[in-house]
T-cell receptor, first 113, second 112 residues
Framework: SQKIEQNSEALNIQEGKTATLTCNYT??????LQWYRQDPGRGPVFLLL?????KEKRKERLKVTFDTTLKQSLFHITASQPADSATYLC????????????FGTGTRLLVSP | EPEVTQTPSHQVTQMGQEVILRCVPI?????FYWYRQILGQKVEFLVS????????KSEIFDDQFSVERPDGSNFTLKIRSTKLEDSAMYFC??????????FGQGTRLTVV
């Protein structure tokens, strides 16, 4: 069955460092992959979308890579700030044509000053 | 900036009661969704709605659940007879096409 895995352990880093989060998937051929940020008690907020024919996408301090051979996406936040502390969700399209998203469990990022 | 709005933000209901969760998606969007998130767990797809009908639903979305878009702006999720295990955050989302999803802030449903 389709599976999306994100590191369930929290990632603790120091302010100013680069945070790298991983999303692995199996039994899947997504047309695109998205990353969302979720703060406690709030809805997911879209960050970046990368399509299957794209290797890398950037937006300000964020960078996403997508390796369809490895079935993996890496999400990087450079020059991290305490305000970046949140849970980051990887989401893949559900391959059904109606654009539903299938989410990973998310990785909690804690950036300390 | 356009946003998806959900009401109420928190709903407490007795087991067996009916609840209606309301959402106003972004006006020019075409696809509408309900997701839920049980505390500490992942966001799970419930149902998608396109062209005024359900386009896909998950195993969770059984006969106790229904959705409606009664007036072209509101999008509702009804749970006919709530169970304790229905307690969760329910998120409405909308998208224009093959783009990012805009999520509402959620309704926290507590079934007692």
């Amino acid at each position: 069955s389709q599976k999306i895995e994100q590191n369930s352990e929290a990632l603790n880093i120091q302010e100013g460092k680069t945070a790298t989060l991983t999303c692995n998937y199996t039994n899947y051929s997504p047309a695109y992959l998205q990353w969302y940020r979720q703060d406690p008690g709030r809805g997911p907020v879209f960050l970046l979308l990368i399509r299957e024919n794209e290797k890398e996408k950037r937006k300000e301090r964020l960078k996403v890579t997508f390796d369809t051979t490895l079935k993996q996406s890496l999400f990087h936040i450079t020059a991290s700030q305490p305000a970046d502390s949140a849970t980051y969700l990887c989401a893949l399209d559900g391959n059904t044509g109606f654009q539903k998203l299938v989410f990973g469990t998310g990785t909690r990022l804690l950036v300390s000053p | 900036e356009p946003e998806v709005t959900q009401t109420p933000s928190h709903q407490v209901t007795q087991m067996g009661q009916e609840v209606i969760l309301r959402c106003v998606p972004i006006s020019n969007h075409l696809y509408f969704y309900w997701y839920r998130q049980i505390l500490g767990q992942k966001v799970e797809f419930l149902v998608s709605f396109y062209n005024n009908e359900i386009s896909e639903k998950s195993e969770i979305f059984d006969d106790q659940f229904s959705v409606e878009r009664p007036d072209g702006s509101n999008f509702t999720l009804k749970i006919r007879s709530t169970k304790l295990e229905d307690s969760a955050m329910y998120f409405c989302a909308s998208i224009l096409g093959e783009t990012e999803a805009f999520f509402g802030q959620g309704t926290r449903l507590t079934v007692v």
